[in-house]
């Protein structure tokens, strides 16, 4: 059960950063304390179906993915299914330009693939050289700055076969715990194990076996900006 209601409890603070708002709002939109939202949040208090309720109903999101981890956050949008993008396929699909998605690639450990849904997009962006198959999706934190700014975008495309990376380049990879945006470089000791590598030197080096990644995107632009005025 401890189990259980910690994966709710992830999916809850996932939710949270989603829509962009603090815990104390996210409380005052279910109609709940902020203290006690953050009792059921750190395990004081236990998840329950009133909760789970209260959050399916005021925020609009799947109870399935909220209780159990499948199907995704927001499975309908105005009674209509909602379509995921196979982003494999984008290539045969006439579009304005690349789509960019309301997605925080580094937020939350959800299935990402499942994520590139129709609502999801923010609009189009037009860039030279870039590959049709790409996407664009945002990057918090500063792990790897500056060559990725907090709050930058970037431009990624999946990587179908993990045994033709490109060492040295700049990955989202993918594990069952983890959404990370790093540079990818071999590792000489274990040929069955990468060395994922920050570029704030801040960060420490991680190891990590091939066989932990679900998925792998390669970074073919970032785009960092600065909003004046």
Not at 44 to 61: F, W, Y
């Amino acid at each position: 059960m401890e189990d259980k209601n910690s994966d709710i409890i992830s999916r809850i603070k996932y939710l949270i950063q989603l829509k962009r708002i603090s815990q104390a709002e996210f409380a005052r939109r279910i109609n709940i304390d902020p203290s006690n939202l953050c009792k059921h949040l750190t395990s004081k208090l236990p998840i329950t179906d009133v909760l789970i309720n209260r959050i399916v109903v005021e925020m609009g999101v799947s109870k399935q993915w909220l209780k159990y981890g499948d199907d995704v956050p927001y499975s309908k949008v105005a009674g209509q299914s909602v379509e995921v993008l196979d982003v494999e396929k984008l290539s045969v699909v006439k579009q304005p330009g690349i789509p960019v998605y309301d997605i925080d690639v580094t937020a939350g450990c959800e299935e990402l693939s499942m994520m590139f849904t129709q609502d999801k997009i923010d609009g189009f962006v037009s860039l030279p050289r870039m590959s049709q198959n790409s996407i664009i999706v945002r990057v918090s934190g500063n792990s790897m700055y500056p060559e990725i700014n907090d709050g930058g975008y970037i431009a990624i495309r999946p990587v179908k076969n993990i045994d033709t990376i490109f060492w040295g380049h700049i990955y989202v990879v993918v594990t069952e715990d983890y959404r990370l945006v790093k540079y990818v470089r071999r590792d000489n000791a274990d040929d069955k194990k990468i060395i994922l590598h920050s570029a704030n030197p801040e960060y420490d080096d991680m190891e990590l076996p091939k066989s932990s990644i679900k998925n792998l995107f390669l970074v073919e632009a970032i785009l960092n900006f600065k909003i004046c005025g």
